[in-house]
C-alpha cells in the first residue's frame, strides 16, 4: 500500500471506531465490516509473499495475547475505581454487548484479522520494507499512530489498549517476520477481552463495612 492509501485507510479507522462508540447499536457492523475490509489489500501482497511462521511463534502469539488480555483485565479493575473509568467500562460494554456471545466470537475474526494485517503489515511492514530505520523507531511510531487512532472512540480505554496491543503484536510481527503469530495474539486478545470472559464490571468496588475485622 502506498503513503496516500495508508493516509486514507487510518483515517476511515478513526472514523469507524468514533461511529461505533457513538452508535452502540452499529458497533459490530461497523467494526467488522470495515476493519475487515481494511485488511483485504495487505492480504492480497500476502497471497503473493506468503509469511510462514513456525509453531513455536504462533504459541508465543497465542500466549501474547492471553498476557495483553490480563494486564487489560488488571487495568480495568483500577480504572473501575475513577469516575472516567467507569463510565469508559459502561461504554464498552454497551457496544459489545449488542450481539450474543457465539456471535460476537465469530464478529470479531474478521475485524483483528483485518485490523492486524493492516497495521502490522501494511503499516508496520511499509515503514520496515520501504524506509529503512531502526526496528524500535518503526516499531513506537507505528503503535502510537494507533492509539491516536483509537482516541477517535472519545473513550480514555481503548487509546490505552491499542498501545498495549500495538506493541505486543507490533514486536511479535518483526521477531518472527511473519505477520501471523501477531494476528493470532490479536485474536486471543479480542475473545477474551470483549467476549469471554470479558472485562471486570464497571461498578464501584464492594467497600468494606466500618465494623469489619478483617
Known sequence: MQTPALALAIFGQAALCYLGF????YFWPLMTLGL??????????LR??????SLGWMVVGGLAGG??????????????????GRRSLDRLRECTGGAPPQLAALLVVPAAVGEEIFWRESFLGHQ??????????????????YGLVQM????PLPPLGA??????????????????PAVLAHLV???LCLVVPGLPASGSPPTRSPNSTT
Open 152 to 155: 477517535a472512540s472519545l473513550q
Open 163 to 180: 498501545v498495549l496491543l500495538g506493541s505486543g503484536t507490533g514486536w511479535l510481527r518483526i521477531r518472527s517476520g511473519s505477520v501471523w
Open 128 to 145: 520496515l520494507r520501504e524506509r529503512p530505520q531502526p526496528e524500535g523507531s518503526a516499531l513506537l511510531r507505528s503503535t502510537l499512530v
Open 67 to 84: 498476557l495483553g488480555y490480563g494486564i487489560t483485565a488488571a487495568g480495568a479493575l483500577v480504572a473501575r475505581r475513577l469516575s472516567l
Open 189 to 191: 486478545y479480542a475473545e
Open 22 to 25: 457513538q452508535k452502540p447499536r
Open 48 to 53: 503473493s509473499r506468503p509469511q510462514p511462521a
Open 36 to 45: 475487515g475490509a481494511v485488511g483485504l489489500p495487505g492480504l492480497g501482497r
